[in-house]
């Protein structure tokens, strides 16, 4: 009973945290990754494909697609049986494609790009707690975006609790800096739950082409395993130097996809996975530079296509 309580109030406080905290997430996406090395996985690697079909943009004559690619490698590095450092490095390309374009001012970007470093070092603190030191630094911008204006960073600490085999669960506090804007106060909660014999509910990271928090839901049946979920996403970078009043600005994105995926597991340690889904709650916004606001529309739900690869090591 004790049990049951303490579960209860631990979701009832994760779900508060849930409703309070999403607009911050989309400058924390890539910190839960890192975390991913404080469960046991040496070294990974994966990449990730999607295509988002053209959709309308409210109150215009403009339509949006977007190609994005995805890679990522991290290794765990194990300096004693207590102290790990886990490294985990990304690139994220956004491709976008606007046509019937009635004001070239407002949305003219092309190939967005965002590179990721991060770097956590671990600590488990006995049988059931790992706590976790952030640091990431990140470059985020337009093909031709002046570099050194493209840069954000921050830092942080994951705590992660297990209950027993088969839930752990966690917060992960931190500060990251966003370009042209105040920083992003974090929580993220993150939850691991196998509530049942090939079951599994986890909140917290979804590798979606780009990184998103969210919810997850998903069935194993020997090598196949098949999923539901959605996620928070949030790209915003810096624009290359252009007539008009968003030269040198900010473009930004944002959604909350939600998608079905059937993966297939070749080898233990190979994940092979296709993924069907729908943007939903788009939105597409350009600022001047300095943060002043110019356009600001959402955009109808759109379809989306996606493959993925992982490796384990």
Do not use: C
């Not at 295509?51 to 004559?61: G, K, N, R, S, V």
């Amino acid at each position: 009973m004790a049990f049951a309580r303490n579960l209860s109030a631990m979701l009832s406080g994760f779900a508060l945290l849930a409703i309070s905290a999403p607009s911050a997430w989309g400058q924390a996406l890539d910190i839960p990754l890192i975390v991913t090395g404080a469960h046991g996985t040496n070294s990974w690697a994966s990449i990730h494909y999607a295509h988002q079909f053209e959709t309308d943009i409210d109150d215009t004559a403009t339509e949006m697609a977007r190609d994005s690619v995805q890679l990522i490698a991290g290794h765990r590095f194990q300096m004693t049986d207590d102290l790990f450092l886990v490294g985990n490095a990304s690139y994220q390309g956004s491709y976008y494609d606007f046509s019937k374009n009635n004001d070239p001012a407002q949305l003219v970007w092309d190939d967005i790009h965002q590179a990721t470093l991060s770097m956590g070092f671990g600590w488990k603190a006995g049988e059931r707690w790992t706590l976790v030191g952030l640091l990431l630094g990140r470059t985020s911008g337009e093909s031709g975006a002046d570099f050194g204006d493209t840069l954000t960073g921050g830092g942080g600490l994951a705590i992660d609790y297990e209950w027993n085999e088969n839930l752990s669960t966690g917060v992960i506090l931190g500060v990251i800096s966003q370009l042209e804007d105040s920083a992003a106060i974090l929580p993220i909660p993150t939850i691991d739950w196998r509530f049942a014999e090939d079951w599994r509910f986890q909140f917290g990271v979804v590798e979606m082409t780009y990184p998103g928090i969210g919810p997850m839901i998903s069935y194993s049946s020997g090598p196949w395993r098949f999923a539901v979920g959605g996620s928070f996403q949030k790209r915003r970078y810096r624009l290359d130097d252009r007539l008009g009043p968003i030269d040198e600005g900010i473009g930004q994105e944002q959604s909350f996809p939600v998608f079905f995926r059937v993966g297939y597991l070749p080898t233990p340690k190979v994940n092979l996975a296709l993924m069907v889904g729908t943007a939903l709650g788009g939105e597409i916004r350009s600022e001047q530079n300095g943060g002043a606001r110019i356009f600001e529309r959402d955009y109808d739900p759109a379809l989306i296509l996606g493959l993925q690869a992982g490796f384990r090591f």
